[in-house]
């Protein structure tokens, strides 16, 4: 690799530009609010706020998978958080989540309301108030956490690293593209070799674990977010393309994919969601348009 660079880095850092590329209106190096703005209240015992990010797909898939399954305490109201307007720097969200990230989630059925930040912590949360989609075993408990938190650990650099340097950037920097596509196929067959004798991540049983991956590496794969199929030849992964395939068919994953969604054909968007009927309501007004 030939590349060059004419940058040295000072002494100290300071804060003197936007970096650059996509999202550098939402980036800055302090915490806390820019703006007084409350947060919305709906009726129902959960209140999200939050956007169609992967990581916002994550918690909506959950609610609704919950919801599939009877568990009607799950019923929620989702509210959307323009990260490009700056919501999530509002006070009413900061109160929620300090960090200023999507989502934010606020049980309202706890007497005093409970906040939950981070997107793991939600599926923990609810997977445990509700006796769903974690294994009670201690075994296949301690073998879903492991692969929560590995998604965890793992997505900042499919998202904050390649998809940002491929995608987002402005410009292209080989060195930074090659470190951060040798890490995803790294993480793309760690993938694949697992799921080759497993339908789910936990084995034959669909958990939470299948939920927190799949709106990131699953959506890598069938969707090609990033527009990087080619690129990271994820056709090859055949054991991950099949997974990812059987967990887009559920239908609590595609209407949890939607909500809070602001881009795409907008058949596929919901942008506040506060009712199950929304989905068919939403379908509806397409078919008579």
């Given at each position: 690799m030939n590349e060059t660079s004419n940058y040295t880095p000072p002494k100290v850092w300071t804060w003197d530009a936007e970096s650059g590329g996509r999202w550098a209106s939402i980036n800055r190096p302090i915490a806390g609010p820019t703006h007084e703005k409350p947060l919305p209240l709906g009726q129902h015992p959960i209140q999200l706020y939050s956007l169609g990010t992967p990581n916002g797909v994550k918690v909506t898939v959950m609610l609704?998978?919950?919801?599939?399954?009877g568990k009607s305490g799950a019923e929620y109201?989702?509210?959307?958080i323009d990260i490009s307007e700056g919501d999530q720097f509002g006070s009413g969200f900061v109160e929620v989540n300090p960090n200023s990230k999507i989502p934010a989630m606020l049980d309202q059925s706890t007497g005093s309301p409970t906040r939950i930040f981070e997107s793991g912590a939600m599926l923990l949360y609810l997977a445990e108030k509700f006796g769903a989609l974690l294994p009670a075993e201690p075994a296949g408990r301690a073998e879903c956490l492991s692969w929560l938190f590995w998604q965890m650990g793992s997505a900042p650099y499919l998202g904050g690293g390649f998809g940002h340097f491929y995608a987002y950037a402005p410009s292209k920097i080989e060195?930074?593209?090659?470190?951060?596509?040798?890490?995803?196929k790294r993480q793309l067959d760690v993938l694949d070799r697992h799921l080759a004798d497993k339908q789910y991540m936990c084995g034959d049983e669909y958990s939470i674990a299948d939920i927190a991956i799949w709106p990131?590496?699953?959506?890598?794969?069938?969707?090609g977010i990033y527009d990087a199929s080619e690129f990271l030849s994820t056709n090859s992964y055949i054991h991950l393309m099949r997974w990812a395939k059987k967990v887009a068919a559920r239908k609590a994953v595609q209407r949890g994919q939607m909500v809070n969604r602001t881009w795409g054909p907008e058949e596929g968007q919901l942008h506040e969601r506060h009712s199950g009927s929304d989905f068919e309501t939403r379908t509806q007004?397409?078919?008579?348009s």
């Amino acid at each position: 690799m030939n590349e060059t660079s004419n940058y040295t880095p000072p002494k100290v850092w300071t804060w003197d530009a936007e970096s650059g590329g996509r999202w550098a209106s939402i980036n800055r190096p302090i915490a806390g609010p820019t703006h007084e703005k409350p947060l919305p209240l709906g009726q129902h015992p959960i209140q999200l706020y939050s956007l169609g990010t992967p990581n916002g797909v994550k918690v909506t898939v959950m609610l609704e998978e919950l919801l599939a399954l009877g568990k009607s305490g799950a019923e929620y109201d989702a509210y959307l958080i323009d990260i490009s307007e700056g919501d999530q720097f509002g006070s009413g969200f900061v109160e929620v989540n300090p960090n200023s990230k999507i989502p934010a989630m606020l049980d309202q059925s706890t007497g005093s309301p409970t906040r939950i930040f981070e997107s793991g912590a939600m599926l923990l949360y609810l997977a445990e108030k509700f006796g769903a989609l974690l294994p009670a075993e201690p075994a296949g408990r301690a073998e879903c956490l492991s692969w929560l938190f590995w998604q965890m650990g793992s997505a900042p650099y499919l998202g904050g690293g390649f998809g940002h340097f491929y995608a987002y950037a402005p410009s292209k920097i080989e060195y930074c593209i090659d470190r951060y596509a040798m890490e995803v196929k790294r993480q793309l067959d760690v993938l694949d070799r697992h799921l080759a004798d497993k339908q789910y991540m936990c084995g034959d049983e669909y958990s939470i674990a299948d939920i927190a991956i799949w709106p990131w590496y699953g959506l890598l794969m069938v969707e090609g977010i990033y527009d990087a199929s080619e690129f990271l030849s994820t056709n090859s992964y055949i054991h991950l393309m099949r997974w990812a395939k059987k967990v887009a068919a559920r239908k609590a994953v595609q209407r949890g994919q939607m909500v809070n969604r602001t881009w795409g054909p907008e058949e596929g968007q919901l942008h506040e969601r506060h009712s199950g009927s929304d989905f068919e309501t939403r379908t509806q007004d397409k078919i008579e348009s």
